[in-house]
């Protein structure tokens, strides 16, 4: 199985500040034939089912706020809050989707306000 | 609208057995793959099964394989999960969920029901 890793395990980052999550899995998730990487990120809230904000790594689900953005490629992959709003404090874990199942998520990051 | 819905969650002691059900509208439901996917209390969120839109092919964690069934009756609009010989680990909110689009397995989760609560205890 593929395993993922996620770094910080949290951050408190001030209000209109960036906040970035790294997220590295333990085998490619890039198809080589769509170059497409299976990799996802989702949001979490306290009380709440998991929220998909990102997929194909970089592909901003629709209604996400413009501010979250994904990157990376192969193994290592990024999700990037560029300013920071008070609704964004959340878990947010990644998930990979490549191999065949369990497609494993990440251990997940929280992340504070300051 | 999508809607997920789960039900069947409860209290059973170890070793026993509880059938899990997520009732789904808004979607064409015998179009999709669907996955289980649970969360133990505080913890982070683990894949658990997923199957086929015809139910030819499911695949599972390793931790739950020949323990747990995942289903669905596409006629119902519903997918299942018969657990069996429950252990306290198991003890877990319980998600349903559907992929992006309707091309395969291979997709992230982009609906998701509000979960039912699981608790293995004697």
Do not use: H
């Amino acid at each position: 199985d593929i395993v993922m890793t996620q770094s910080p395990d949290s951050l408190a980052v001030s209000l209109g500040e960036r906040a970035t999550i790294d997220c590295k899995s333990s085998q490619s998730v890039l198809y080589s034939s769509n170059e497409k990487n299976y990799l996802a990120w989702y949001q979490q809230k306290p009380g709440q089912p998991p929220k998909l904000l990102i997929y194909w790594a970089s592909i901003r689900e629709s209604g996400v706020p413009d501010r979250f953005s994904g990157s990376g490629s192969g193994t290592d992959f990024t999700l990037t809050i560029s300013s920071l709003q008070a609704e964004d404090v959340a878990v947010y874990y990644c998930q990979q989707y490549y191999s065949s199942p369990p497609f494993t998520f990440g251990p997940g990051t929280k992340v504070d306000i300051k | 609208e999508v809607q997920l819905v789960e039900s069947g969650g409860g209290l059973v002691q170890p070793g026993g057995s509880l059938r899990l059900s997520c009732a789904v509208s808004g979607f064409t439901f015998s179009g999709y793959w669907m996955t289980w996917v649970r969360q133990a209390p505080g913890k982070g969120l683990e894949w658990v099964a997923n199957i086929k839109q015809d139910e030819s092919v499911t695949y599972y964690v390793d931790s739950v394989k020949g323990r747990f069934t995942i289903s669905r009756d596409n006629a119902k609009n519903s997918l299942y999960l018969q657990m069996n010989s429950l252990r306290a680990e198991d003890t877990a909110v319980y998600y349903c969920a559907r992929g992006r689009d309707d091309s395969g397995a291979y997709r992230a989760l982009s609906f998701w029901g509000q979960g039912t609560l699981v608790t293995v205890s004697s």
